[in-house]
């Protein structure tokens, strides 16, 4: 087995076995995946040493909500963009979809590519994947927990001020099968690093029945479930008006509140400033399931839509991971959006703050996949490893480098990732892809997607144009007169 040392690292984020510290002028040393030592003066043989002067070394990110096989190919579109008689969700008169199935694959990898330069060495990612999708993911280096989402059927609006659900027992019941199929070849293959679990869509888009059958066959095979809830106004009041419930009280009926469940984004609790719903307490409800939080951020803030807030199920002891969702892909990225919404908020400089979302982002997301090995810097851990470069001005000065890293330097000043301690980013660059050929074929396939996309499938036939019209209008180019 391989030995690899990184030595004399100025700062390490060591894991003391209930939470992260800081070492100073430590060592890091792991053989094949497996990390073996973290601590100071490390005195054994090794193969390969990296060294870690003028290095911060961290675990890490886990990324518990992607959806790289798909949203790369909408960056430049859905940025200041909401359906302002839908709760300015960007859920329902978007329907942008890929031409073909390598499109989608070359949004994987462009995804995927974005996560490892950000330090992501996990992601659980969600999509209609199948198992040629899971050789893209593979095939980059990152480690993944795919998943191929079921429901009944879609939302939709064909007017732009009602959603209205195209749902059925029998499609529901054939997308969950050939789920469970897939999620069960997945984890049969005995990949390394690709892992799968179970991921009905939302409670609004599934069956009170594929909800229960979801708790079942969880139970049955042992495996872990992500289901979105509360992430848009519509939702909410759908759910009281088809069931008299709140999102997480439905999902409670059905036993998805339940420890080995992870609930996506859960914005729109009935105590959120834009529901305002009394006869609920969807806080205490999750908090004393034991279920996990899974917040993206960025997807939401974009929109003008915050957690109210992510330091409240911090501080409540409920455990909260931290996701991209869609576009950037960029886990440092969403850390600072997650505390700096969160200070916003509480009203609070000091809620959000570095060692929570950090904390979020490794540990948290941990403990969302029922992963003791990961999301830590400790001998046993995986060798899931980030290499910051201090000596990176907008690293500088270093006082604390967790909180320059969140609140300024971000991705920019990552220099080396270790998955399973293999290195896939090393000075900035991912060593799986050619990244300015992926740049090629990702214009390519995102004209094509708009193009397929828009007149044809919007309610009101409207075109690129006006649905996405330019930040700026566009000039003939004219020279100007005096
Ligand atoms: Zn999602």
Redesign the pocket.
Known sequence: MSVTHIKGADWVVGFDGSRHRYLRNADVVFSGDTITYVGKRYVGAADTVVDGSGKLVHPGLINT?G?ASMEALKKGLLEDRGSSKLGMSGLFEYPLRAHSRDDVHVALRAGLTEMLKSGCTTVLE?GSHDLDSVEVVEKTGIRAYTTRVYSNGRWFTSNGHRVDYDLDNARGEKAMQESLDFTLAVNAAGKQRIRSMLSPLSPDACSKDILKETRRVADQKGLRVHV?CS?SVPEFHEMIRRHGQTPPEVLDECGLLAPDVSL??LIFLNDHPWIQFQAANDFELVRASGANVDY?PW?FGRRGIIQYSFARWARAGVNISL?T?SFPQDMMHVMRWAAIFSKIADRDPHQGNAAQVFTAATLGGANTLGRDDLGRLAPGAKADVVLVDLDNLWMRPVRDPLRSLVFTATSRAVDKVFVGGELVVDDGRVLTEDEAQLAVELQAAAERTLEGSFPALDWAKRSPDEMFPYTFELWDGEPLTT
């Open positions: 909500h959806h969600e979105h992430q996506g984004h993206a997807v996701g969702d």
